[in-house]
């Protein structure tokens, strides 16, 4: 009987630690195409090629209005029963008394609206390369990077060699 319980609680363990080694490890990155706040981790590989050209598509917002919402209280009061025994056997005595305790109920109630800055478009920088990777058949290929490598690749001559880490992999920026 006990041996049984022992060799369960030994797999859930093992399951336990197995299934923990194997979550958590996402990387965070939106999938290409989508609007959001979301940053992406750059690929481990680099990506070299001609420089074709460049593009910095702007961050497009516009103004919104959504529920403004305040915390408010109210307070309450209610009675809390209280028992306590004393004795034994026959002579066992129940007495009861009651309190009155005091409370705030809190919620978040809607008082009017707010404006705010909606963003429509993520602010964008990419580069467009020929030969990627030394294949000639891999033409005017789009790739998304941060603003470090947009402005090296900028700063260099037209059809010359540049190489960088891409943030997101021929999304056709």
């Not at 923990?20 to 690929?43: F, I, L």
């Amino acid at each position: 009987m006990f041996g049984n319980r022992l060799m369960t609680a030994g797999v859930t363990a093992v399951l336990l630690g197995v299934l923990a080694a194997c979550g958590g490890h996402g990387t965070g990155a939106a999938h290409p195409g989508t609007v959001g706040a979301v940053t992406a981790s750059p690929s481990p590989d680099p990506v070299h090629g001609i420089k074709d050209t460049v593009r910095h598509i702007t961050r497009r917002t516009t103004r919104a209005t959504r529920p403004h919402l305040v915390r408010r209280c109210t307070p309450g009061t209610r009675q809390v029963r209280h028992t306590a025994r004393s004795g034994s056997g026959s002579h066992r005595r129940t007495r009861t008394w009651y309190t009155t305790e005091h409370y705030q109920d809190c919620r978040k109630v809607r008082s009017g609206t707010e404006t705010y800055r909606r963003e429509l478009r993520p602010e964008r920088w990419c580069v467009r390369l020929d030969d990627v990777d030394g294949d000639r058949k891999r033409d005017d290929v789009w790739f998304r990077v941060d603003r470090r490598d947009y402005d090296t690749a900028d700063a260099a001559e037209a059809h010359t060699r540049v190489r960088f880490i891409p943030l997101y992999p021929n999304n056709g920026c």
